[in-house]
């Protein structure tokens, strides 16, 4: 992606900087963690018989306690939401949910668990940290020709990402809760 040639580790630790603060600014723009890991959070229960976890995939819960111990009858469905028939103890951040959720990413070892991490995230991560290394973030136009000239894209808000690297993160933004 970047035609460094694989001899060449002069780059590594600015790659490598660039590397984790692309993987920081979408983990910021989708408002949740990607890395396998046990996560606590403390929820608000409502009149709604749902209850989203931010850092899906879940692997395990270990706990959900509420004003009065543990919650339990609960079922989980997808992308981190758990629903119980009966509703969930009502009060604001009463819930304590553990849990262990996210994907296998991969800067993790590869001999013990390959990435799980979708190749949309991973995608999206790369050309972003590509664009940091080079200085193309911003950039929608330059001109050599005698003279330098460039022009700058001025975004809306100071998170915002690229629009392709948004393209390929907005699917797996934290929307609930």
């Excluded at 600015?14 to 890991?37: N, Q, V």
């Excluded at 543990?70 to 951040?93: A, K, N, Q």
């Excluded at 940091?132 to 003279?147: A, F, N, P, V, Y």
Aim: net charge negative; with cysteine.
């Amino acid at each position: 992606m970047l035609y460094i040639p694989d001899t060449d580790t002069s780059q590594d630790d600015e790659l490598t900087f660039a590397l984790a603060a692309a993987s920081d600014a979408i983990e910021g723009h989708c408002k949740r963690k990607f890395a396998k890991d046990t996560y606590t959070e403390r929820r608000s229960g409502t009149d709604s018989k749902y209850l989203s976890l931010r850092n899906f995939p879940i692997h395990e819960i270990t706990e959900i306690t509420g004003p009065h111990g543990p919650v339990v009858g609960y079922t989980e469905l997808d992308d981190g939401i758990l629903f119980r028939s009966e509703g969930w103890p009502r009060g604001e951040y009463r819930l304590l949910a553990s849990y262990v959720g996210g994907y296998d990413l991969p800067s993790d070892d590869p001999d013990s668990n390959p990435s799980t991490l979708p190749n949309t995230l991973e995608m999206a991560c790369l050309m972003l940290a590509k664009m940091m290394h080079t200085g193309q973030w911003g950039k929608l136009s330059e001109r050599i020709d005698g003279e330098y000239t460039a022009t700058f894209d001025k975004a809306e808000r100071e998170t915002d990402l690229p629009p392709a690297i948004q393209a390929l993160c907005d699917r797996h933004v934290w929307r609930l809760g």
